[in-house]
């Protein structure tokens, strides 16, 4: 078994700690058919693009949620049903691997919100160009996953 990855671990000890997190194991504990998930939202959101921007960027999103998702999972971690916990499991991939690289899934995160939960009509609005630039980001993390996740071990 792999030890722990090194970075976060305070973060993650006190989201276990909180309850945002669980732990899970055995085949629970397999992240890669979520990449597998992630690969299909990815391929859907290209191919929408055009005709529903708004569902292609949502389904941008939901590619590097499951890509996130994934990494947690690998771990033995999984996010709880508390109220969030999209923003946890987000959160929690920043904080072991960085902002540099999964920094903009938060800003993703919360246009994804507006544009499900809109105040008005003019916040819905999502030009091809602005769903073009989230499924390159989303592709790129996929890509970073799919090489960080045999590194990874159960959370120690």
Sequence with gaps: MTAAWGTGQQAIRRRLDTGELDRVSGSAADGEFL????????????????????????????????????????????????????????????????????????????????????????????TVEEVDEAIDYVEGLLEAAEMLLPKLGLWS
């Excluded at 994934?70 to 691997?97: D, K, P, Y």
Aim: aromatic share 6%.
């Design 35 to 126: 990449l597998t998930e992630a690969r299909h939202r990815c391929a859907s959101a290209r191919t929408i693009r055009q005709s529903d921007p708004t569902g292609a960027y949502v389904m941008a999103y939901e590619c590097g949620r499951h890509t996130a998702t994934a990494l947690l999972t690998q771990q033995g971690l999984r996010a709880t049903e508390q109220s969030g916990h999209h923003a946890v499991v987000i959160e929690s991939v920043i904080e072991q691997f960085g902002p540099e690289r999964f920094g903009q899934l938060s800003g993703m995160r919360r246009r994804r919100h507006t544009l499900e939960y809109p105040r008005n009509s003019s916040e819905t609005a999502v």
